[in-house]
Protein backbone atom coordinates (compact mmCIF):
# COMPACT_ATOMS: atom_id res chain seq x y z
CA UNK A 1 0.00 0.00 0.00
CA UNK A 2 1.52 3.26 -1.07
CA UNK A 3 0.01 6.56 1.26
CA UNK A 4 1.67 9.92 1.53
CA UNK A 5 3.63 10.89 4.56
CA UNK A 6 6.00 12.50 6.69
CA UNK A 7 9.16 11.37 7.64
CA UNK A 8 8.03 11.70 11.35
CA UNK A 9 4.92 9.52 10.59
CA UNK A 10 7.13 6.58 8.19
CA UNK A 11 9.07 6.10 11.54
CA UNK A 12 6.02 5.45 13.80
CA UNK A 13 4.64 3.18 10.78
CA UNK A 14 7.88 1.12 10.37
CA UNK A 15 7.74 0.52 14.43
CA UNK A 16 4.18 -0.79 13.82
CA UNK A 17 5.35 -3.36 10.81
CA UNK A 18 7.86 -4.00 13.48
CA UNK A 19 5.68 -4.89 16.10
CA UNK A 20 7.73 -3.11 18.82
CA UNK A 21 6.11 -3.97 22.68
CA UNK A 22 7.27 -1.32 24.67
CA UNK A 23 7.96 2.53 23.31
CA UNK A 24 8.53 4.80 26.50
CA UNK A 25 8.25 8.60 24.93
CA UNK A 26 8.97 11.91 25.70
CA UNK A 27 7.86 14.48 23.21
CA UNK A 28 10.50 17.35 21.96
CA UNK A 29 10.22 19.02 18.51
CA UNK A 30 10.96 17.71 15.47
CA UNK A 31 10.63 14.61 16.44
CA UNK A 32 7.27 14.49 18.45
CA UNK A 33 5.02 13.81 15.96
CA UNK A 34 6.39 10.35 15.99
CA UNK A 35 5.60 9.60 19.14
CA UNK A 36 2.37 11.46 19.27
CA UNK A 37 1.39 8.84 16.57
CA UNK A 38 2.54 5.77 18.12
CA UNK A 39 0.70 6.72 21.19
CA UNK A 40 -2.82 6.36 18.91
CA UNK A 41 -1.61 3.86 17.32
CA UNK A 42 -1.66 1.80 20.71
CA UNK A 43 -5.08 3.59 21.95
CA UNK A 44 -7.00 2.27 19.32
CA UNK A 45 -5.59 -1.07 19.04
CA UNK A 46 -3.54 -0.82 16.03
CA UNK A 47 -0.26 -1.81 17.81
CA UNK A 48 -0.47 -4.22 20.56
CA UNK A 49 2.36 -2.45 22.31
CA UNK A 50 2.83 -0.84 26.17
CA UNK A 51 3.18 3.55 25.75
CA UNK A 52 5.00 4.66 28.53
CA UNK A 53 4.72 8.13 28.94
CA UNK A 54 7.51 9.24 30.61
CA UNK A 55 9.24 12.43 32.66
CA UNK A 56 12.17 12.90 30.80
CA UNK A 57 14.12 11.93 27.46
CA UNK A 58 16.73 10.16 30.21
CA UNK A 59 13.49 8.42 31.70
CA UNK A 60 12.59 7.82 28.11
CA UNK A 61 15.88 5.57 27.64
CA UNK A 62 16.21 4.21 31.16
CA UNK A 63 12.63 2.70 30.45
CA UNK A 64 13.48 1.27 26.95
CA UNK A 65 16.61 -0.27 28.67
CA UNK A 66 14.28 -1.79 31.66
CA UNK A 67 11.88 -3.38 28.74
CA UNK A 68 14.30 -4.67 26.72
CA UNK A 69 16.26 -6.30 29.60
CA UNK A 70 12.88 -8.15 30.00
CA UNK A 71 13.28 -9.54 26.32
CA UNK A 72 10.48 -6.99 24.90
CA UNK A 73 11.26 -5.11 21.50
CA UNK A 74 11.94 -1.64 22.04
CA UNK A 75 11.67 1.69 20.56
CA UNK A 76 11.99 5.31 21.82
CA UNK A 77 12.84 8.76 19.94
CA UNK A 78 14.41 12.02 20.43
CA UNK A 79 16.55 15.16 19.12
CA UNK A 80 19.04 17.17 19.77
CA UNK A 81 18.81 18.46 24.02
CA UNK A 82 16.27 14.84 24.85
CA UNK A 83 19.65 13.54 23.11
CA UNK A 84 21.95 14.87 24.81
CA UNK A 85 20.05 14.09 28.00
CA UNK A 86 19.87 10.57 27.31
CA UNK A 87 23.53 10.40 27.32
CA UNK A 88 24.87 8.53 30.13
CA UNK A 89 22.22 5.82 29.82
CA UNK A 90 23.11 5.03 25.70
CA UNK A 91 26.47 4.12 27.71
CA UNK A 92 24.23 1.65 29.53
CA UNK A 93 22.29 0.62 26.69
CA UNK A 94 25.06 -0.55 24.45
CA UNK A 95 27.51 -2.48 27.44
CA UNK A 96 24.28 -4.38 28.57
CA UNK A 97 24.31 -5.24 25.10
CA UNK A 98 20.21 -4.67 24.32
CA UNK A 99 19.06 -4.50 20.84
CA UNK A 100 17.12 -0.85 21.68
CA UNK A 101 16.07 1.03 18.69
CA UNK A 102 16.27 5.02 18.50
CA UNK A 103 15.52 7.35 15.88
CA UNK A 104 16.77 10.66 16.24
CA UNK A 105 15.54 13.83 14.24
CA UNK A 106 18.74 15.65 13.87
CA UNK A 107 18.15 18.84 15.34
CA UNK A 108 20.90 21.65 16.15
CA UNK A 109 22.53 22.32 19.57
CA UNK A 110 21.70 25.33 21.44
CA UNK A 111 22.31 27.75 22.30
CA UNK A 112 21.30 29.70 20.03
CA UNK A 113 18.16 28.06 20.71
CA UNK A 114 17.00 25.90 17.16
CA UNK A 115 14.71 23.76 16.11
CA UNK A 116 16.36 23.26 12.48
CA UNK A 117 18.39 20.36 10.86
CA UNK A 118 22.00 19.62 11.82
CA UNK A 119 23.66 16.28 12.72
CA UNK A 120 26.28 17.63 15.18
CA UNK A 121 23.36 15.99 18.07
CA UNK A 122 23.39 12.52 16.68
CA UNK A 123 27.78 12.44 16.07
CA UNK A 124 28.48 13.91 19.55
CA UNK A 125 27.05 10.12 20.29
CA UNK A 126 29.61 8.23 17.77
CA UNK A 127 31.81 6.68 20.75
CA UNK A 128 28.47 5.45 23.03
CA UNK A 129 28.31 2.02 20.99
CA UNK A 130 25.44 2.63 18.97
CA UNK A 131 25.28 1.85 15.62
CA UNK A 132 24.28 4.78 13.12
CA UNK A 133 21.96 5.01 10.20
CA UNK A 134 21.38 8.14 8.59
CA UNK A 135 18.86 8.02 5.96
CA UNK A 136 17.98 10.35 2.51
CA UNK A 137 14.45 9.79 2.14
CA UNK A 138 10.71 9.13 3.84
CA UNK A 139 10.73 5.41 2.45
CA UNK A 140 14.44 4.87 3.43
CA UNK A 141 13.28 5.62 6.64
CA UNK A 142 10.07 3.43 7.60
CA UNK A 143 12.44 0.70 5.77
CA UNK A 144 15.47 1.22 7.76
CA UNK A 145 13.29 1.18 11.19
CA UNK A 146 12.72 -2.67 10.75
CA UNK A 147 15.97 -3.06 9.55
CA UNK A 148 17.34 -1.57 12.49
CA UNK A 149 15.88 -3.82 14.44
CA UNK A 150 16.81 -7.04 12.99
CA UNK A 151 20.89 -5.81 12.51
CA UNK A 152 20.00 -4.89 16.46
CA UNK A 153 18.50 -8.39 17.76
CA UNK A 154 21.28 -9.96 15.73
CA UNK A 155 24.76 -8.11 17.02
CA UNK A 156 23.15 -7.44 20.40
CA UNK A 157 23.95 -3.82 20.23
CA UNK A 158 21.79 -0.95 19.91
CA UNK A 159 20.64 0.75 16.49
CA UNK A 160 20.14 4.64 15.62
CA UNK A 161 18.53 5.72 12.46
CA UNK A 162 18.80 9.21 11.93
CA UNK A 163 16.63 11.76 9.58
CA UNK A 164 16.70 15.27 9.09
CA UNK A 165 14.94 17.82 10.77
CA UNK A 166 11.80 19.47 8.30
CA UNK A 167 13.47 18.26 5.57
CA UNK A 168 12.28 15.03 5.78
CA UNK A 169 10.60 14.64 9.45
CA UNK A 170 7.78 17.56 8.57
CA UNK A 171 7.98 16.78 4.74
CA UNK A 172 5.12 14.62 2.38
CA UNK A 173 6.48 11.84 0.50
CA UNK A 174 4.88 8.94 -1.05
CA UNK A 175 6.01 5.71 1.02
CA UNK A 176 5.37 1.96 0.48
CA UNK A 177 3.99 0.36 3.40
CA UNK A 178 4.57 -3.38 2.78
CA UNK A 179 1.80 -5.97 3.95
CA UNK A 180 2.23 -6.52 7.88
CA UNK A 181 2.67 -10.57 6.63
CA UNK A 182 5.80 -9.91 4.77
CA UNK A 183 7.69 -8.04 7.52
CA UNK A 184 6.71 -10.52 9.99
CA UNK A 185 8.33 -13.22 8.23
CA UNK A 186 11.43 -10.76 7.72
CA UNK A 187 11.64 -9.92 11.10
CA UNK A 188 10.08 -12.81 13.86
CA UNK A 189 9.58 -11.90 16.80
CA UNK A 190 12.26 -11.71 19.19
CA UNK A 191 14.18 -14.07 20.85
CA UNK A 192 16.30 -12.97 23.80
CA UNK A 193 18.94 -15.64 25.10
CA UNK A 194 19.61 -13.67 28.19
CA UNK A 195 16.88 -11.54 30.30
CA UNK A 196 15.20 -10.48 33.32
CA UNK A 197 13.00 -13.13 34.50
CA UNK A 198 11.56 -13.89 37.53
CA UNK A 199 11.25 -17.41 36.76
CA UNK A 200 14.99 -17.71 36.27
CA UNK A 201 16.39 -14.76 38.28
CA UNK A 202 19.63 -13.17 37.27
CA UNK A 203 21.86 -10.40 38.11
CA UNK A 204 22.93 -8.10 34.92
CA UNK A 205 25.46 -5.47 34.45
CA UNK A 206 26.81 -5.48 38.43
CA UNK A 207 30.58 -4.30 39.38
CA UNK A 208 32.80 -5.37 37.27
CA UNK A 209 36.40 -5.82 38.47
CA UNK A 210 39.71 -4.14 36.53
CA UNK A 211 40.68 -8.30 35.38
CA UNK A 212 37.35 -8.97 33.37
CA UNK A 213 35.59 -4.64 32.50
CA UNK A 214 38.20 -4.61 29.62
CA UNK A 215 37.39 -8.00 27.84
CA UNK A 216 33.54 -6.72 28.43
CA UNK A 217 34.59 -3.83 25.65
CA UNK A 218 36.69 -6.14 23.52
CA UNK A 219 33.44 -7.81 22.53
CA UNK A 220 31.64 -4.83 21.95
CA UNK A 221 33.92 -3.86 19.46
CA UNK A 222 33.85 -7.35 17.91
CA UNK A 223 29.99 -6.77 17.80
CA UNK A 224 30.82 -3.76 16.19
CA UNK A 225 33.00 -5.12 13.39
CA UNK A 226 30.30 -8.04 12.87
CA UNK A 227 27.71 -5.38 12.54
CA UNK A 228 28.86 -4.68 8.91
CA UNK A 229 28.69 -7.73 7.28
CA UNK A 230 25.07 -8.25 9.42
CA UNK A 231 23.95 -4.82 8.29
CA UNK A 232 24.89 -5.66 4.69
CA UNK A 233 23.49 -9.01 4.62
CA UNK A 234 19.85 -7.71 6.67
CA UNK A 235 19.74 -4.87 3.55
CA UNK A 236 20.23 -7.32 0.84
CA UNK A 237 17.79 -9.79 2.32
CA UNK A 238 15.15 -6.65 2.76
CA UNK A 239 16.14 -5.91 -1.19
CA UNK A 240 14.81 -9.58 -1.83
CA UNK A 241 11.55 -9.56 0.32
CA UNK A 242 10.53 -6.05 -0.93
CA UNK A 243 12.50 -4.57 -4.18
CA UNK A 244 14.46 -1.84 -2.00
CA UNK A 245 17.95 -1.80 -0.61
CA UNK A 246 20.22 0.72 0.23
CA UNK A 247 23.79 -0.83 0.90
CA UNK A 248 26.11 0.61 3.52
CA UNK A 249 27.56 3.24 1.24
CA UNK A 250 25.86 3.85 -2.18
CA UNK A 251 27.97 4.66 -5.20
CA UNK A 252 26.49 7.10 -8.30
CA UNK A 253 27.76 8.02 -11.06
CA UNK A 254 31.24 6.59 -9.96
CA UNK A 255 32.40 4.58 -12.46
CA UNK A 256 35.01 7.53 -14.53
CA UNK A 257 34.61 9.96 -11.41
CA UNK A 258 38.03 12.04 -10.75
CA UNK A 259 36.21 14.48 -8.13
CA UNK A 260 33.94 12.87 -5.61
CA UNK A 261 31.14 14.11 -3.86
CA UNK A 262 30.90 12.57 0.29
CA UNK A 263 27.80 13.05 1.17
CA UNK A 264 25.08 11.78 3.70
CA UNK A 265 21.09 12.59 4.48
CA UNK A 266 19.10 14.62 2.34
CA UNK A 267 22.32 16.88 0.73
CA UNK A 268 22.82 13.91 -1.01
CA UNK A 269 19.57 13.88 -3.03
CA UNK A 270 20.41 17.58 -3.97
CA UNK A 271 24.30 16.75 -5.17
CA UNK A 272 22.71 13.85 -7.03
CA UNK A 273 20.65 16.71 -9.19
CA UNK A 274 23.94 18.86 -9.56
CA UNK A 275 26.22 16.13 -10.34
CA UNK A 276 23.28 15.24 -13.31
CA UNK A 277 23.67 18.81 -14.44
CA UNK A 278 28.03 18.22 -14.30
CA UNK A 279 27.47 15.14 -16.49
CA UNK A 280 25.89 16.73 -18.97
CA UNK A 281 28.62 19.57 -19.04
CA UNK A 282 31.03 17.09 -19.27
CA UNK A 283 32.83 17.08 -15.73
CA UNK A 284 33.41 13.89 -14.48
CA UNK A 285 32.09 14.17 -10.95
CA UNK A 286 30.56 11.39 -9.11
CA UNK A 287 28.63 10.66 -5.61
CA UNK A 288 29.17 9.13 -2.55
CA UNK A 289 26.60 8.62 0.04
CA UNK A 290 27.37 7.62 3.84
CA UNK A 291 24.35 5.78 4.99
CA UNK A 292 26.20 3.65 7.86
CA UNK A 293 28.22 5.83 10.38
CA UNK A 294 28.49 3.34 13.23
CA UNK A 295 30.10 1.28 12.81
CA UNK A 296 32.32 2.86 10.02
CA UNK A 297 32.41 0.48 6.91
CA UNK A 298 36.06 1.98 5.83
CA UNK A 299 36.55 -0.66 3.51
CA UNK A 300 33.55 0.14 1.40
CA UNK A 301 35.13 3.67 1.34
CA UNK A 302 38.21 2.87 0.53
CA UNK A 303 36.91 1.00 -2.37
CA UNK A 304 34.64 3.74 -3.35
CA UNK A 305 37.18 6.53 -3.50
CA UNK A 306 40.60 4.28 -4.76
CA UNK A 307 40.65 5.72 -8.35
CA UNK A 308 39.19 9.32 -7.31
CA UNK A 309 41.82 11.89 -8.29
CA UNK A 310 40.11 14.91 -5.66
CA UNK A 311 37.34 14.14 -2.68
CA UNK A 312 35.11 16.05 -1.08
CA UNK A 313 33.51 15.65 2.15
CA UNK A 314 30.55 17.66 2.89
CA UNK A 315 29.56 17.74 6.17
CA UNK A 316 26.39 19.08 8.20
CA UNK A 317 28.07 19.00 11.74
CA UNK A 318 31.15 20.57 13.35
CA UNK A 319 33.52 18.69 15.66
CA UNK A 320 34.40 21.80 17.58
CA UNK A 321 38.27 22.15 17.34
CA UNK A 322 38.79 19.80 14.82
CA UNK A 323 36.56 20.11 11.41
CA UNK A 324 33.65 17.87 9.64
CA UNK A 325 33.09 14.75 11.58
CA UNK A 326 32.37 13.08 8.24
CA UNK A 327 35.78 14.50 6.82
CA UNK A 328 38.05 13.25 9.79
CA UNK A 329 36.34 9.85 9.43
CA UNK A 330 37.00 9.57 5.83
CA UNK A 331 40.73 10.87 6.24
CA UNK A 332 41.21 8.47 9.24
CA UNK A 333 39.85 5.56 6.72
CA UNK A 334 42.20 6.40 3.75
CA UNK A 335 45.35 7.25 5.69
CA UNK A 336 46.55 3.46 5.26
CA UNK A 337 46.04 3.36 1.65
CA UNK A 338 49.89 4.10 -0.07
CA UNK A 339 47.51 5.95 -2.47
CA UNK A 340 44.95 8.26 -1.46
CA UNK A 341 43.60 11.63 -2.65
CA UNK A 342 43.28 15.01 -1.18
CA UNK A 343 40.39 15.17 0.80
CA UNK A 344 38.52 18.76 1.13
CA UNK A 345 36.03 19.20 4.15
CA UNK A 346 33.31 21.54 3.79
CA UNK A 347 31.02 23.01 5.98
CA UNK A 348 27.56 23.99 5.69
CA UNK A 349 23.80 24.00 6.71
CA UNK A 350 24.62 24.50 10.02
CA UNK A 351 21.34 25.71 12.03
CA UNK A 352 19.10 24.33 9.43
CA UNK A 353 20.38 26.81 6.83
CA UNK A 354 19.19 25.65 3.16
CA UNK A 355 22.05 23.67 1.09
CA UNK A 356 20.87 24.60 -2.51
CA UNK A 357 22.09 23.32 -5.80
CA UNK A 358 23.97 26.58 -5.93
CA UNK A 359 25.74 25.61 -2.97
CA UNK A 360 27.01 22.44 -4.40
CA UNK A 361 27.94 23.80 -7.48
CA UNK A 362 29.87 26.28 -5.36
CA UNK A 363 31.64 23.40 -3.97
CA UNK A 364 32.81 21.70 -7.09
CA UNK A 365 33.84 24.95 -8.57
CA UNK A 366 36.28 25.70 -5.37
CA UNK A 367 37.83 21.93 -5.57
CA UNK A 368 38.19 22.22 -9.48
CA UNK A 369 39.92 25.15 -8.48
CA UNK A 370 42.81 23.39 -6.24
CA UNK A 371 45.34 20.67 -6.46
CA UNK A 372 45.44 20.03 -2.47
CA UNK A 373 43.50 22.03 0.60
CA UNK A 374 44.75 25.14 1.56
CA UNK A 375 42.89 24.46 5.55
CA UNK A 376 41.42 22.25 7.40
CA UNK A 377 38.32 23.39 7.09
CA UNK A 378 36.38 25.09 4.40
CA UNK A 379 33.48 26.99 5.37
CA UNK A 380 30.69 27.58 2.90
CA UNK A 381 28.11 30.82 3.06
CA UNK A 382 29.00 31.70 6.37
CA UNK A 383 28.33 35.43 6.62
CA UNK A 384 31.82 36.81 8.09
Given at each position: ??????G??????????????????????????IV????????????????I??????S???????A??????????????GL??MH?????????R??????????????G?????EQ?DS??????????IY??SN??????????????????L????????????????????????????????R??E???D???P?S?????????????R????????DA??V????????????G???GLV????M??????????????????TV?????E???????????????????????A???A??V??I??????????I???E???????????????????????????????????????????????????????
Amino acid sequence: MEKVMIGNHAVSYGVKLARAQVIPAYPITPQTQIVEMLSEMCANGELDARFIKVESEHSAMAASIGASSTGARAFTATSSQGLALMHEVLHWASGARLPIVLANVNRAMGPGWSVWTEQTDSLAQRDTGWLQIYCESNQEVLDTVIQAFKIAEQVLLPTMLVLDAFVLSHTSEAVDIPEQVDVDAFLPPRQAEYKLDVEDPHSFSGLVAPEHYMELRYKIQRAMEDAIEVARRVDEEFGQAFGRSYGLVEKYRMDDAELVLVTSSTITSTSRTVIDELREQGRRVGLLKVRLFRPFPAEDIREALCNARKVAVIDRNISFGHGGIFAAEIKSALYNDSIHPPVFGFIIGLGGRDVTPASIHKIVDYVDSRETPTEEITWMEVKR
